[in-house]
C-alpha cells in the first residue's frame, strides 16, 4: 500500500502541483510512513518524515484542547460571555449588517460572545480578507499579520473587540478569528504566553518535540520549505506567507502567536496529538481530557439551520456530509463528507490546514490518517483553478488511507 500511495501522491510532485508530501496513517499501534518530492526542492533536499511544517489551521484543535482543559479546572464554562471574567473589552459588541457597508452604520448585538460560540465559530467574527476594502483594511490595522503580527497580544485583543462583528453572536458558524481569541485568552488565564501553555499542557507530555510558534535554529534545516504558486500556476518558493500572514523569519521579540494557525509540527508529532480523538482524551499513557469532555469536543454543535447557512471563506462546508464541534469537524453523512475536509465513519474527525496540511481520526476503526505539505495561496487563487492539486491529494490519500 506504501508504493501505492507514493505512486498516486507522487503524481502531483511529479506535474508540478506539490513541492512534496509526507504521509502517515496509524492503524492497530502501527505507524505507516511515506514520503514523495521535496522538502527543498531548489536544494534537492528530499522529503523525509522528520520535516517540519507550517500546519496553519490545524494549530486550531490543538488550541482548542487546551481551553477545554481549562475549563475542565474551572477556569470558564461553555456558555459564560467572554467578558464576564476574561475579556472585558468585548462587553459590548456591535454588528455590521453590510461588510461592503461603511464602518460606523452598526447596531449593538443581541447577545454577548461566549466561550461556545468561540469553539464553534459562531462568534460572528471572522477573516478580514473574507471582505476586501474598508473592512479589511481596518482588520489589518487592527490585527497586523494572521500569524506574524507586531501587535502585542492585549492590544490584539482590544484591536479585535473594537471592530464591529459580522453577524449576531450564536447565529451561524463564520470561520475566522474565533480561535485566535481563544488562545490569546488561554494566555490570560494560565499567565503565560501561549506557546508556554501549549508547550506545558500538551507538547511536553506528549513528547511533541518539534511543534511549537518557531523552529529553533539547530532545526532550521528540518524546515519544509515555503511553496506557493505564479500568476500563471507554477510551483514556486516563497519567503512569505500569502496576504503577508508570516514573515520569512520570525523576529525573536515578537509576542503575539496564533492560537489559529501559528504553529509548526511534524507527522509523528501531529499524530501524538491526534490519538486524543480515538483514545477518548488520552494519547498512550498520557490523558489530557476527561472521556466526556472528548465525546463532547466531537459531536456536533450547529443545528440543521446553522449548518445550511455556515460559511468558511464564502464556502458552505457543513449542509451535508460534516458538522462542526467544538473547534473540530465531525463527519455526520460518511457518504456526503468532502474528502478534503475530512472522511471516515460518522463520527469521525479532522480540520485541515490552508497551507496543504490534512489529517482525520476515525474511532470507529482506531485510525489516524496525516497528509502535510507547503501549497499556499494567495486569496482568490483557488478562484482561478490555481493550487487545487493539494485538495485532489487529499481526496486520494484518503481514500488510499482507508485500504491501508
Not at 512534496?20 to 505507516?32: E, I, N, P, S
Not at 510512513?33 to 522538502?39: A, E, H, L, M
Not at 488550541?63 to 477545554?68: K, N, Q, R
Not at 503577508?244 to 501524538?272: I, K
Amino acid at each position: 500500500m506504501a508504493d501505492e500511495i507514493a505512486a498516486a501522491i507522487g503524481r502531483y510532485v511529479e506535474d508540478g502541483q506539490l513541492p512534496g508530501v509526507a504521509m502517515l496513517v496509524w492503524r492497530d499501534g502501527q505507524a505507516r510512513v511515506t514520503c514523495v518530492g521535496w522538502r527543498d526542492r531548489e536544494a534537492a533536499a528530499p522529503m523525509t518524515r522528520d520535516a517540519i511544517f507550517r500546519i496553519a489551521s490545524m494549530t486550531k484543535p490543538i488550541t482548542s484542547v487546551a481551553a477545554l482543559m481549562l475549563m475542565e479546572e474551572g477556569a470558564f464554562t461553555l456558555d459564560e460571555p467572554l467578558s464576564q471574567r476574561w475579556a472585558p473589552e468585548f462587553v459590548d459588541m456591535r454588528i455590521l449588517p453590510d461588510p461592503a457597508g461603511p464602518l460606523d452604520d452598526t447596531l449593538p448585538a443581541d447577545r454577548p460572545i461566549t466561550f461556545r460560540d468561540l469553539l464553534t465559530h459562531r462568534a460572528g467574527l471572522t477573516y478580514g480578507e473574507v471582505y476586501p476594502g474598508a473592512f479589511a483594511e481596518a482588520y489589518r490595522a487592527a490585527l497586523g499579520g494572521d500569524i506574524d503580527s507586531d501587535v502585542a497580544p492585549n492590544d490584539w485583543i482590544a484591536g479585535l473587540a473594537r471592530l464591529p462583528l459580522i453577524d449576531e453572536p450564536g447565529a451561524t458558524l463564520h470561520y475566522g478569528h474565533s480561535t485566535d481569541l481563544l488562545g490569546q485568552l488561554i494566555a490570560r488565564m494560565d499567565g503565560a504566553p501561549l506557546g508556554e501553555v501549549l508547550a506545558r499542557r500538551v507538547f511536553r507530555p506528549f513528547g511533541m518535540a518539534d511543534t511549537g510558534f518557531v523552529v529553533p535554529s539547530e532545526k532550521h534545516h528540518r524546515r519544509a520549505r515555503a511553496y506557493g504558486f505564479d500568476a500563471a500556476g507554477a510551483l514556486m518558493p516563497r519567503e512569505a506567507g500569502p496576504g503577508l500572514s508570516f514573515l520569512a523569519e520570525r523576529p525573536a521579540d515578537m509576542a503575539y502567536e496564533s492560537g489559529g494557525q501559528g504553529l509548526w509540527s511534524t507527522l509523528d508529532d501531529y499524530l501524538a496529538f491526534a490519538r486524543l480523538f480515538v483514545e477518548a482524551g488520552a494519547s498512550g499513557d498520557v490523558r489530557l481530557l476527561k472521556a466526556e469532555t472528548m465525546a463532547l469536543m466531537m459531536t456536533n454543535q450547529l443545528t440543521p439551520a446553522q449548518r445550511a447557512s455556515a460559511e468558511v471563506v464564502g464556502s458552505p462546508l457543513f449542509a451535508s456530509g460534516h458538522g462542526f464541534g467544538l473547534g473540530v469537524a465531525v463527519v455526520m453523512e460518511p457518504e456526503k463528507a468532502m474528502a478534503a475536509v475530512c472522511g471516515g465513519a460518522a463520527g469521525a474527525v479532522g480540520w485541515p490546514g490552508a497551507f496543504g496540511g490534512w489529517w482525520q481520526a476515525d474511532p470507529s476503526d482506531g485510525s489516524v490518517a496525516i497528509l502535510l505539505t507547503h501549497s499556499m495561496m494567495d486569496h482568490g487563487q483557488l478562484q482561478q483553478g490555481i493550487g487545487l492539486g493539494a485538495y485532489m491529494a487529499r481526496a486520494e490519500f484518503q481514500a488510499l488511507a482507508a485500504k491501508a
